[in-house]
């Protein structure tokens, strides 16, 4: 639990779970359940997410603002509010981490994980039991992969910083030189797709997916 405006309770429970039981917790889960997507939110610092997302999970969030109006430049302005201020009387609870998206996505480039934008699983209809099983013959991996570079390319395009650009760069060249050393990219015209999908994507055409 993170520290909460008029709860006694959110600082004094003699139930709160400290970081390493938090990190067993996540790893029984992803041992437990290894086909189910695992979310860590901004709840939790920077240093427990960093530890968290390399024993299990595999969504996070960023930038993310849970205050009344947390999202409102202008009534933030006005209030004189910095950007990583946290006005606790006017949210739920304080968050662990406030770093902006560009600097979670820079920090995971430089751990050699790519962030994927992508939404191809719902919208080619690879849901329920049709993704079940291709997560059990990890083949929806592969589609994964493919679609993380496509949305990982936009993202650098369009909106990363220059220092962030400068790690996805590099981060983007070795996924693509494993993505040619692959068997599984070699069968058919997927190769060839994606290729042709990330130069469209590079020349400026966008959400394209496998």
Same mark, same amino acid.
């Given at each position: 639990m993170m520290p909460a405006a008029g709860s006694y309770l959110s600082t004094h429970s003699k139930y709160l779970v400290n970081d390493s039981d938090f990190k067993k917790l996540v790893t029984v889960l992803r041992l437990s359940v290894p086909y189910t997507g695992l979310i860590i939110t901004a709840r939790e610092s920077a240093q427990l997410r960093r530890e968290i997302i390399q024993v299990g999970c595999t969504q996070t969030d960023a930038s993310t603002k849970i +205050?009344? %109006? +947390? *999202?409102?430049?202008?009534l933030k302005a006005l209030n004189g509010f910095k950007r990583n201020d946290q /006005?606790?009387?006017?949210?739920? !609870?304080?968050?662990g /981490?406030?770093?902006?998206? /560009?600097?979670? #996505?820079?920090?995971?480039?430089?751990? /050699?994980? #790519?962030?994927? !934008?992508?939404?191809? %699983? *719902?919208?080619? +209809?690879?849901t329920g039991d049709k993704?079940? %099983?291709?997560?059990?013959?990890c083949t929806e991996a592969k589609f994964c992969k493919l679609n993380a570079v496509l949305t990982f390319r936009e993202y650098l395009d369009d909106y990363a910083s220059p220092e962030t650009k400068v790690? +996805?760069? &590099?981060?983007?060249?070795?996924?693509?030189?494993?993505?040619?050393? #692959?068997? !599984? !990219?070699? &069968? %058919?015209n997927l190769l060839r797709n994606f290729e042709d999908y990330y130069?469209?994507?590079v020349r400026g055409k966008r959400d394209v997916y496998i």
């Open positions: +205050g009344i %109006g +947390g *999202y409102t430049e202008t /006005d606790e009387s006017m949210q739920q !609870f304080l968050l /981490d406030t770093r902006s998206l /560009d600097e979670v #996505i820079r920090e995971l480039a430089e751990m /050699d994980m #790519i962030t994927s !934008f992508c939404t191809a %699983g *719902y919208r080619c +209809g690879r993704i079940m %099983g291709l997560l059990q013959s790690v +996805g760069e &590099k981060l983007i060249r070795k996924e693509i030189e494993e993505i040619h050393n #692959i068997p !599984f !990219f070699k &069968k %058919g130069h469209k994507t």
